[in-house]
């Protein structure tokens, strides 16, 4: 991109981000609209609101069993984490390491470390299988649960059916093994949520500024303010 060009569009982007917050609301207030975006359906909220809560509130229908999920497991993860969940090269190991939490060498697996089953749920169906990530159904994710619980000797029966009913239930072993953050910067401010009017103090804008040139030789040599 041409130093001009970029130059160019350096001011443009400042000067957008000069308008401010409140100017913003000005101009819509005044009926100028910007026709960008267009709000989310519903159904696109529903994609991305996929998070389960400890307690298991926003769990997705289902069901499954450790005997299940084990024949899914053999195909869609044990050729990473191993077909004990023992981790195969450095792929995670999802099995054992309890009361390792403490020594020089903590093991943390699903078992030892992990305080909640619902973490499990919402992790698996988020983010797994490693680069295919939400190939699974909620009940299919249900039963890998119930199966990586049973490894690690969470659960007992195979057969045991774990679902959005019970899986806010599930003790874990190490439920109470995290503390609160007691240190003062750490705890919980009234946060703003809408027609924020949070003061200020642009010290410097990367665009103009111009962090990252094409090349630092021709890189324009602006300065704001
Ligand atoms: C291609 C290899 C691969 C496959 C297949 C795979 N995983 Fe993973 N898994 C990973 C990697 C890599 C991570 C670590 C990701 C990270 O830390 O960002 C991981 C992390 C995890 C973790 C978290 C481990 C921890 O303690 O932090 C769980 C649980 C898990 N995988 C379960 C599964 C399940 C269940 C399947 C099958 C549906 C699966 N994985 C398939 C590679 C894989």
Not at 133 to 137: H, K, R, V
Not at 154 to 159: F, P, T
Not at 181 to 185: A, L, N, V
């Given at each position: 991109m041409s130093v001009l060009v970029k130059s160019l569009l350096g001011g443009a982007v400042a000067g957008s981000l000069l308008m401010g917050a409140t100017a913003v609301a000005d101009e819509i207030a005044a009926g100028h609209v910007y026709d960008l975006g267009r709000p989310a359906t519903p159904e696109e909220i529903a994609g991305w609101d996929v998070d389960v809560m400890p307690d298991g509130t926003g769990a997705a229908m289902g069901q499954g069993t450790a005997a299940e999920g084990e024949e899914i497991y053999m195909v869609q993860c044990a050729y990473c984490h191993g077909e004990f969940g023992e981790g195969l090269e450095r792929y995670p190991v999802l099995f054992g390491g309890e009361d390792t939490l403490a020594s020089g060498n903590p093991v943390k697996t699903p078992g030892s470390y992990w305080p909640y089953a619902s973490t499990l749920y919402d992790y698996i169906y988020r983010a797994m299988p490693f680069g295919q990530?939400?190939?699974?159904?909620p009940d299919q994710v249900y039963a890998l649960t119930a199966y990586l619980l049973y490894i690690n000797f969470?659960?007992?029966?195979?057969?045991f059916v774990l679902s959005n009913e019970n899986i806010g239930d599930i003790e874990m072993?190490?439920?109470?093994g995290f503390i609160a953050?007691?240190?003062?910067?750490a705890q919980p401010a009234e946060v703003c949520m809408s027609a924020c009017d949070v003061p200020t103090t642009v010290v410097g804008r990367a665009a103009i500024i111009d962090v990252t040139p094409d090349n630092a030789d021709d890189a324009p040599a602006i300065v704001l303010e």
């Open positions: 990530a939400q190939l699974m159904t969470v659960i007992d029966d195979e057969d072993p190490n439920r109470e953050d007691s240190r003062p910067d």
